[in-house]
């Protein structure tokens, strides 16, 4: 088993980001031929997909989310002022975290001869759902 973590740097509030790339590199960076990468998010308010990086699939994506789960919908933990010891900084953002747990968290895809073993059009995606921010993913090889 090996496991590194990977950085992305995310772009705005609502962002995809293809890390496909970063984990074959790190697959790369082993002597297993075939077996399973899973990817986990270290943060509650991104998730990880498996779907095609395709600009107006990621549209409906955003719009879609908010709809389920609409920002400043009066969420519990956006009462900021009856939480304890959180930064002065904190966003109300329990619409990211809501919209997180419908996406889930991580992902398991199997790879061969180097390569993740995905379908035409898929993408291991991170999704940004509280961003820019910095964000952390680890890659673990099975």
């Not at 995310?10 to 293809?18: E, M, Q, R």
């Not at 061969?112 to 073993?117: A, E, F, H, S, V």
Request: proline residues 4%; charged residues 25%; aromatic residues 4%.
């Amino acid at each position: 088993m090996f496991t590194e973590t990977i950085s992305v740097q995310t772009s705005s509030s609502f962002s995809c980001h293809a890390i496909t790339n970063e984990i074959e590199s790190i697959i790369e960076c082993g002597t297993q031929l075939e077996g399973v990468v899973c990817a986990s998010g270290m943060h509650t308010t991104i998730a990880l997909i498996v779907n095609e990086m395709e600009e107006r699939l990621i549209l409906d994506l955003e719009k879609w989310l908010k709809e389920l789960a609409p920002p400043l919908q009066g969420y519990k933990h956006d009462d900021l002022h009856l939480r304890d010891n959180i930064p002065e900084d904190e966003p109300k953002n329990a619409h990211s975290h809501m919209q997180a747990l419908l996406l889930g968290n991580d992902v398991s895809v199997p790879f061969k001869d180097g390569k993740l073993q995905l379908g035409q059009n898929q993408d291991v995606i991170l999704v940004e759902l509280d961003g820019p921010r910095e964000r952390n993913v680890v890659i673990s090889i099975q």
